[in-house]
């Protein structure tokens, strides 16, 4: 029996519920718990008591005073249940835990990482900051990181019998968003320097880092892994590094894993001609802003005989507007057909749909299911 | 002299957060961010011109969406900045800054581009002699969206005649140089994208003022061949970036700011080898009067650095100055 065309999936993050977001840090507010329990009433959450119950000993009905680390730990694990319980009830077909336990993607994965450290505070835009890091030795996974992604892995496992797909920071974004200090020869031109520092440090990251964390999971039993790479088509000289850091994190891999790439909001046509050569499985784009590059891409895939399956983003996660299901069935159509197998279209949002609240984030991943099933009508399915 | 906008602290970003959620008013975000104005001011011991950082902005295009008409959802009426103006999500998508981890908003231009002339005067602050950055009439046309005018040409001159227009207020808080940063030809040169347009002279001379002094800046881009944009034109001064640039053998008829101190890593530069550096560049280039300065912006660095980095480049102009 052969898979179904169009599987279904998030790209990997979801926005904290408003209950999770002050947890320990303010008084919950009624309304605010009111809505937990019903949201995760409509969601069939069984773990909804332990927020609020009638006896008043609910995780929210707590004194901020009383609350303990073991608490906040539970309330990210429920907040978790939440977000695969949206995903199977908005009905996609791959799931992961939304990321309920991470803050963010990338100074969250340097924390676990030996060899980084904190460099200093920098505005990303408006009031939004992030720490940026220095590498300042040579890296590796640390243990209390790859105990955390075996772990986080195993709790979304116990929870959901469908496909599940951790995702991680690749290496090429790691590095292109840290300081190289450790990698600085400060010998002969400063850009050549760069270039080679840059090079040095990516290999370290894919090797050292992602690997392991790679086979931890495989080890786990993951069928599917998820490497997220915003970065990666911002500089075409590059792009061989980031193929080549890309094979090396694969090689983590079990046989048979299904090795997925999240790109986003870039000109994917600077990865050509090196993502010829990459061992993914599975590219998960951008695509609803319909940039001419990025038609011009999914040509270029077709062209170059690359049989990766191109997970289509159909749902633009910097708006409120949700996108009807004929629009989507009629992006994930016109894919198929540029692609020129429908066999080769996956379906999912642009990016994570951390950037839209719960209830919108949820809409959008229903019209989006409608829209694959729309689309798969069209093959008879 | 800096080439461009600066970090902000911890403590600042920390304050901005806050306000940003309803818990820090605006005179506390103003009074951080005045603190953090005055630091980098004082460090700049010896700079031929003297900037702020412009920390209040929120990207090198806010406040300008502001201060000149012609952007959807412009939201300023009158009088001083305000600093929650253009904080909104109505300005434009986050767009990725060049090769970057940090974003600025896409402005859209939905009519004509112009101002009163004292507009961006008005928001920034009295440092001294100073200079003020704003993006190049080339980056500036490569990195807005544009409903309004028929071609680049035109998007560019008007908004080059607004800078002009600005100038003698500006002059009369302080702001006697502008340096115009262009950012995008350097990219565009990296992805083999870049065509230099005929237009760019024109918009050069459409912003020069007689009393002001203005410079052109190339960040990550190959030194000589770019000099030869900023030749053609009225501009007083052309900066390169001295860590991109491979060939050091180029010349100019223009002054020459050598960016040699980097904005992209953390190191801070010792006095000695930025001495050599300089004097390396000077024995092989050629051009008529030399400052020197920052590659790109300082926003790339943590607030911290970005003052030792300062500190690094005003030592050596002083050691210089001593021959």
Redesign the interface.
Known sequence: MRDRLFPTQEVGSLQRPYWLQGFGRQRQEQRTVEDAVAWGKRLRVDEVGELANGSGTGLLQKPLGSITDADRERAKEIATIYAIRMQESAGLDILFNGEQQRTEMYSFMANFVNGMSEAGVLNAFDANYFTKFSIDGDVSVSERGDAFFAREFAFARKHTGRTLKPCLTGAYTMVDWSYLEHYMRRNGSPRADMEKAKESAVISFADNVVRPLIRTLSVKGAAMVQIDEPAAATNEAESRIFVESLNRSFEGAWNGMEKAVHLCYSDYRRLFPHIADSKATLYLIEFTNHATNTFEALRLFREYGIKAKIGVGVVDIHTDAIESPEKIRDDILMAAKMLGDPSLVSVNPDCGLRTRRPEIAYAKLCSMVKGAELARREFGE | MLTGIA??S?TT?KV??L??DGKASERELRSEIALDTQKIVAAQKGFAFVSGGQLDW??LFRPITECFTGFRNSSRKSGAFNYSYG?NESVG????W??T?????KPHVDFRIDCAGYELAEIMPDVGRAVLFLPGPYSFARLVDNSFYNSDEALAIDYSKAIAKSSEALRKKGYSCILLVEHSVGFDM??GTFKSPDWFGSAISAVKDSGTTLGISFPKAEAGRVVGLADGTEADFVGIDA????DLRFRTEKDLLLGVV?S????VENVADLKADIEALVKSASAARYYIGTNDRL???????ALRKIGALSEVGGVLDER
């Open positions: 970090s902000r911890s970003a901005h957060r306000f940003r929120l990207d904080a998508p986050v767009t990725r060049f090769r981890n940090t974003f600025y908003r990296s992805t860590l991109y640039t491979e980097d992209s890593n953390i190191r926003y790339d660095v943590p607030f911290d650095i």
